[in-house]
Every structure is written in structure tokens, then in C-alpha cells.
């Protein structure tokens, strides 16, 4: 079962307060259960499912998505943007019995990084984490153990309790702010990391991934402004020396893989280098609460 110091989870049906129930299934897996009886086991591989009713319209990422980006992750490419994300939240965390939401935490590779930066165990941090792919939650959940992995859509309300949450974690993730903003601390913050202008870009030319706009960071200012105001952002390049195998999964895991099977994008590698050199280029942006509870 995972560590949960506080368990600020709500019931996906009637929004009651959602904990683990006295009794494990035969298989040995616990189950989340709220005062009307409403009960979500969890798989055989560690989350819980609290999609309900029609599930979510979102596409959610396939195991064919999933199984590269576990393997680029793990590779450490991407350790220093997981290390980068753990000090901005870091300051937060402190104290005890704190909370975290990693909305969006895939395979759970930057969740586990920060975890292990701040101590969680001792640190009495509980640790939630949401996707909508059950192949990613399947990979996070094994990943995090000490987490309570969620599948859930981000775009209905969320079950997470109001100001119950210190730290919000967004990674190349959907936002949604007014639900971030519901389930925050006073206090509290919210991290939000997007690639810049730029990022990627010679293996977006050759895979054709689709570009970074200029204004991107203008219009994430936007989308949050009705709730948040930008307390920090910062920016972090990070070279990368790839191999081809690297540089295909780099391109097909993220939103190109929707669209084109990896085979399509390896053979626009085929022919150069059998090393890739590309950049990297992300924002780091913390936002707090607007108005004087911020």
C-alpha cells in the first residue's frame, strides 16, 4: 500500500472523502473507498482507476508511446530538467505531512526524482500522481510504490479535496488552472514546465515534430491569469548527444506519436550520423496563487 501520511483524495461519483478500506482484496491489492460505499480496487500493477461514467474523450497514450519514453527517460537524458523541477518544489516541501500532485506524471520518472530529493519517507510528503494512460500509470506505479497513482481525466473535476495540495507539478502536460487553483494551499505553488523556442529543433526538422511557437510562454501567462500569478520562471538548455535509437524514441514520445508509428520516424533518421546532437530548451515556471491568500 502506498505511504500516505494525509490521503486528500475524494470519491470520482459522490465527492466524498476517498481512503484506503479496511480490508485487502484476496489478491493482496487495498482499495480506495468513500462513506457511501463506493469502492476503486486497485490493478494488479498499482493504480487506481477512477475514470467514471464515459472515461475521458482524451486520447490517451498507448503502450507503443509509452514503452520509448521510459527508455529515454531512463537513459537520464532528461535528469537534470527532474533535478531542476526537485529544488523549485523542494522549499515547498519542507515541514512534514505535505502534499503533492504530479498531474500528468506518465511514467513517473520526474516524481521519483523530486521524492527522492526531498525525502519523502521522512519527510512525511504524500505523494499522488495523475495520467489518463493506464500503460504510463502502469510503469509509475511501479516506479513510485510510495505514491497513490490515479487514472483520471484532468479536464473534469479532480479528485483531489479543496486547498489540500502544496505543491502542484505540471511536466509537458494539459493545465487545468481553475482545478489546480481549487486544490491548492494558500501558499501553495504550482510548477509548470513547456519546451521554448527552438527546443528540439534539428530533430524536429528531420522527424517532422511540430514546432515550439514564440508566443508560447505569452499565452501560458494567459491561460493561468485568471488564478495565478508567475512567481519565478526560469530557463534550462540541456545539450544532447543521442544515438539514432534515442533520437527516434526523443521524436515518438511525444505528441508526434499519435500520428506516426516509430518505423515511419526511424527511417527519416536513416542516413545521418549514428550520433545525433540536438538542444533541449525548457521553461520553468512557478506560479502562486493571485490575490492576498497567494
Known sequence: MPSAPFLPLLCPICRAPLDFGDAVLAAGRPA????SRHSFDAAKQGYFNLLVGKGTVFEADTSEMVAPRFAFLESGHYRPLAEAVAA?????????????????????????VLLDTVGAAAAGVTAVGLDISK????????LNPDAVNLACDVWQPLPVADAAVDVVTVIFAPRNA??????????????VVTPRAGHLASLARQTGMLGIGADKDDRLADSMSAHFVVESADNLDIPLVLTLGEAADLAFMGPAGHHVDRAAIVGKLEGLAPVIEVEARFRITVFRLAGPAG
Do not use: K
Open 178 to 191: 481553475a482545478e489546480f487553483a481549487r486544490v491548492l494551499r494558500p501558499g501553495g505553488r504550482l510548477v
Open 135 to 142: 500503460f504510463a500509470l502502469r510503469r509509475a506505479a511501479r
Open 32 to 35: 480506495l473507498v468513500c462513506g
Open 88 to 112: 523549485a518544489v523542494a522549499p515547498v516541501l519542507s515541514g512534514g505531512n505535505r502534499t503533492i500532485l504530479d498531474s500528468g506524471t506518465g511514467t513517473g520518472h520526474y516524481l521519483r
